[in-house]
Nanobody
Framework: QVQLVESGGGLVQAGGSLRVSCIYTGGFHSIDHMAWYRQAPGKRRELVARIDGDGITYYQDSVKGRFTISRDNAKHTMYLEMNKLKPEDTAVYLC???????????????WGQGTQVTVSS
């Protein structure tokens, strides 16, 4: 079973930068895509950024030009570089992957526990 562990969250002032990381461990056949989601108190979980197996990326409109998602396959790590942070970016950031455990199996969801990012005004 693959496990995802996030790190790098913290408190930062508006306009500042932060990088969160997600290390994935455990055996698997292939990863379809990985993504960062976030959930603020009282709000629904939302997709922030996604990176496909071939490196194609997608960003939520509110973070375009400020956030960058990347992945280092050799280190089994996914990153989210966040610049020009705003108070409305405050949330728990969760790592997600959609992967297959075997060539014939169906892809499955896996989530991390999340890391808190707080942006002060």
């Amino acid at each position: 079973q693959v496990q995802l562990v996030e790190s790098g969250g913290g408190l930062v002032q508006a306009g500042g930068s932060l990088r969160v990381s997600c290390i994935y461990t455990g055996g698997f056949h292939s990863i379809d895509h990985m993504a960062w989601y976030r959930q603020a108190p009282g709000k629904r979980r939302e997709l922030v950024a996604r990176i496909d197996g071939d490196g194609i990326t997608y960003y939520q409109d509110s973070v375009k030009g400020r956030f960058t998602i990347s992945r280092d396959n050799a280190k089994h790590t996914m990153y989210l570089e966040m610049n020009k942070l705003k108070p409305e970016d405050t949330a728990v950031y969760l790592c997600y992957t959609y992967l297959k455990y075997s060539a014939w199996g169906q892809p499955r969801d896996t989530w991390g526990q999340g890391t808190q990012v707080t942006v002060s005004s």
